[in-house]
């Protein structure tokens, strides 16, 4: 998920995409502790994710505006 999809999204859309990445992370993690997880990259890019949408989230409360980068 690139930072400009995610700025994109309204804060609801957003609070519901950290739900569901925490969801795919959890699941991730529990693959990774019994030997099924076949791409450990994936656990980082989801949790890249996850800290992109805070990021958003954290501008907005601010009041910052990123829209021209």
Do not use: C, H, P, W
């Amino acid at each position: 998920m690139k930072i400009k999809e995610v700025r994109e999204l309204t804060s609801e859309e957003l609070n519901n995409q950290i739900y569901s990445l925490k969801e795919q992370l959890f699941n991730l993690r529990r693959k990774k502790a019994v030997g099924q997880l076949e791409n450990l990259a994936e656990v980082k890019r989801v949790r890249k994710d996850i800290a992109r949408v805070y990021t958003v989230l954290r501008e907005r409360e601010l009041g910052m505006s990123k829209e021209g980068k």
